[in-house]
């Protein structure tokens, strides 16, 4: 079993930033990759970064540029730091995990971009 607890979610104005953190217990040395999504209301939950355990990312196309994946083996933390960021990135952003036994997600964190 692997848990996961997304923080860093809030508030910005258009054009700021924010830097969300996912903390991952329990089972965290069997992860392979992680990665956030997000879920606006009234729409899918859509990929928006990945990234594997050697170091891989993968970005969707609206926020290449714009957001970094990145992945503290030592504190089993996966961070994303979000940039230049539009009314459209608002949205609840979850964390996911995958092992070999399973994907895992977290409860989510509200991102609101708003003047």
């Known amino acids: 079993q692997v848990q996961l607890v997304e923080s860093g979610g809030g508030l910005v104005q258009p054009g700021g930033s924010l830097r969300l953190s996912c903390a991952a217990s329990g089972s965290a040395f069997s992860i392979a990759s992680m990665g956030w999504y997000r879920q606006a209301p009234g729409k899918q939950r859509d990929a928006v970064a990945t990234?594997?355990?050697?170091?891989?990312?993968g970005y969707a196309d609206s926020v290449k540029g714009r957001f970094t994946i990145s992945w503290n083996n030592t504190k089993n933390t996966v961070y994303l730091q979000m940039n230049s960021l539009k009314p459209e990135d608002t949205a609840v952003y979850y964390c996911r995990a995958w092992t070999a036994y399973g994907n895992y997600w977290g409860q989510g964190t509200q991102v609101t971009v708003s003047s």
């Open positions: 990234i594997t355990a050697g170091g891989g990312t």
